[in-house]
C-alpha cells in the first residue's frame, strides 16, 4: 500500500532523490510529490522537463524483493497509468521501457531505482505525468499532456489520488502482463542487432525482448539493445 503518508513540495531537485537521501527516515509506502522538480531525472539520468501544471511524485516500497520484481513492477506501474489515461478519454501506448505515449507524443514517465544488498531492499518509483502543460518548449512535437488531449483543465492531485487508489487495488499477475503487452508500442518495430535486422516479436515477464527474424528467434536483455531506431 502507498499515500498514508505524503509530503508535498513546491519546489525540489528530484522527489526520487528526496526518497534515497531520507531512505531510512521514511516508512514503506511514503510518497512524495512535488509542483516543480529542478532537477527531474529520467533513464540514463536524461533531463524530465519538470514545470509548474504537472504531477510528479516518487513512492517508496521497503521491502525485500528478489530482482525478477524490477521489471514486474515496472509493468504495473505502466498499466495502472493506461488506465487512469483511459478514464479521462486517452489512449495511449507503452514505450518500452519506461514512457507512456499517444501517438508519437510522450504523456507519462516512470524512473526505477533500487537499494541492493544481497536482495533488493527497497524500490524507489518515480513518476511524471504531463497534466495541465500546453507548451513544451522545444519539446512540443515530442510531448503531450491530459489538457492537450482534452482540451479540459484538471486538479492535479486529482490524478495523485486516482492513481494511489488504482495502485492500491492492483498487483502484479498474468492479467497485468497481458494488458502491458496489448498497450506495447514496442512490439512489431525492427531493430538491428549484432549487425542482423530482427522483429521485436515479445517481451518477457523479466523485461528481456524476444527477437526474430527468417534464420532464428533470440532473447537479449534490452540493456544490450539500442531502442533508439524504433522511435524515430
Known sequence: M???????????????????????????????????????RGRFENVWQSLEGNLYFSFLLKQTFESDYLFKL????????????????????????????????KIAGILVETSVYSKVES?????GINVNQIDFLELTSKA????????????????????????????YTQKIYHEYIIHSDTISKIVHYENQEFTIKNILPNGNLVLTNSKKNIEVNYMNLSLAETYE
Open 74 to 105: 515496472q509493468m504495473l506501474v505502466a498499466v495502472v497509468i493506461v488506465k487512469i489515461l483511459k478514464n479521462y478519454g486517452i489512449t495511449s501506448k507503452i514505450k518500452f521501457p519506461n514512457d507512456i505515449i499517444v501517438g508519437k507524443k
Open 2 to 40: 502507498i499515500g498514508s503518508s505524503i509530503l508535498s513540495f513546491d519546489t525540489i531537485d528530484s522527489t526520487n532523490d528526496y526518497l534515497k537521501t531520507n531512505l531510512h527516515k521514511l516508512p514503506d509506502g511514503q510518497i512524495v510529490t512535488a509542483k516543480i522538480q529542478t532537477k527531474g
Open 123 to 127: 524500490i524507489i518509483v518515480g513518476v
Open 144 to 171: 503531450t499532456s491530459i489538457k492537450r488531449e482534452t482540451d479540459q483543465n484538471y486538479e492535479v492531485r486529482d490524478i495523485l489520488v486516482d492513481f494511489i487508489d488504482l495502485y492500491n487495488k492492483s498487483v
